[in-house]
């Protein structure tokens, strides 16, 4: 973040990628720098991109975009 900078709330897009799989994330909420544009993710969402990707790859998509889906957190 800049040093004049203030975060403010707001989205933006996470490119995942490992070996040949390509996952993209629109519209993750994220703090974003309002000097440079700098966005930060928090833990609790960056966990939940991080599990979707896992489904996608498991599931033998190579390339896909999509829209963050913020799931609730079942009990075990």
Request: charged share 30%; net charge negative.
């Amino acid at each position: 973040m800049c040093p004049a900078g203030t975060l403010r709330e707001g989205t933006t897009t996470l490119t995942m990628e490992r070996g040949e799989a390509t996952i993209v994330f629109k519209d993750v909420p994220a703090d974003v720098c309002d000097t440079c544009g700098e966005a930060f993710v928090g833990e609790n969402v960056s966990e939940e991109v991080y599990e979707q990707a896992e489904e996608a790859i498991e599931a033998g998509v190579q390339f896909d975009v999509r829209r963050y889906d913020s799931r609730p957190k079942t009990a075990v």
